[in-house]
């Protein structure tokens, strides 16, 4: 079974950082891209960034280019979102999500429940 | 204000059949066949429909159907089930620096 459990969100005041985890299991972590995806209270979803199988490939949306940056390890089966210069809209749920294929044109077939991230003073 | 344009909401009676439109431009819709649909219950994680606009994962029923003419991808649920009420998004690979983009979502509400 398809598991992904994502860790690291809290309350951070503007500008700080945070690191996002996500822990895979039940698939053969290095054979797939990764996204993550999040979701403003309330809002829709809003794709932030994938990775490719080997890391070879990686894409950002325009809103966080430059702010976040997405990394695998695939020995520890492990995702990663490292999100400096924090802003109160980068608040939301993250999800972490696995795709259907190893490149980032794949679609996220499966999703982890997402880790609640507050950017507030 | 999303990249790809859905209804805010549709409806439908269970039995029915419903269709929820997905438009956008041809640098992503209509450039590729990377168009997927999810659904999301209130308080869960999205859920995957249908991929590659017509592609049904294992597990989720014949009555979900995907396609796409032009710049406009399409869902359609038919035979309608009270289980089916939830948000529906589409999303589409773009040529964009940002590669993926979803639609705004639409609330389907089985009456």
Redesign the interface.
């Known amino acids: 079974e398809v598991q992904l459990v994502e860790s690291g969100g809290g309350l951070v005041q503007p500008g700080r950082s945070l690191r996002l985890s996500c822990a895979a299991s039940g698939f053969t972590f290095d054979d797939y891209a990764m996204?993550w995806?999040r979701q403003a209270p309330g809002k829709?979803?809003?794709?932030v960034s994938?990775i490719s199988w080997n890391s070879g490939s990686i894409?950002?949306?325009?809103s966080v280019?430059g702010r976040f940056t997405i990394s695998r390890d695939n020995a520890k089966n492990s995702l990663y979102l490292q999100m400096n210069s924090l802003r109160a809209e980068d608040t939301a749920l993250y999800?972490c999500a696995k795709a259907?294929g190893w490149g980032?044109?794949?679609?996220?077939?499966?999703?982890?429940?997402?880790t609640l991230v507050t950017v507030s003073s | 204000q999303?990249a790809l344009t859905q209804p805010a909401s549709v409806s439908g009676s269970p039995g029915q059949s419903i269709t929820i439109s997905c438009t956008g431009t041809s640098s992503d819709v209509g450039g590729?066949n990377?168009v997927?649909w999810?659904q999301?219950h209130p308080g869960k994680?999205?859920?995957?429909m249908i991929?590659?606009v017509s592609n049904r994962?294992s597990g989720v029923p014949d009555r979900f159907s995907g396609s796409k003419s032009g710049n406009t991808a399409s869902l359609t649920i038919s035979g309608l089930q009270a289980e089916d009420e939830a948000d529906y998004?589409c999303?589409s690979?773009t040529s964009s620096?940002?590669?993926?983009?979803?639609?705004?979502?639409t609330k389907l509400t089985v009456l």
């Open positions: 996204h995806v829709g979803l809003e794709w994938g894409g950002y949306a325009d280019k999800y259907l980032l044109s794949n679609s996220a077939d499966y999703w982890g429940q997402g | 999303s590729y990377y997927s999810y999301q994680a999205p859920k995957l991929y590659e994962p998004y999303s690979y620096s940002t590669l993926w983009v979803f639609g705004g979502g």
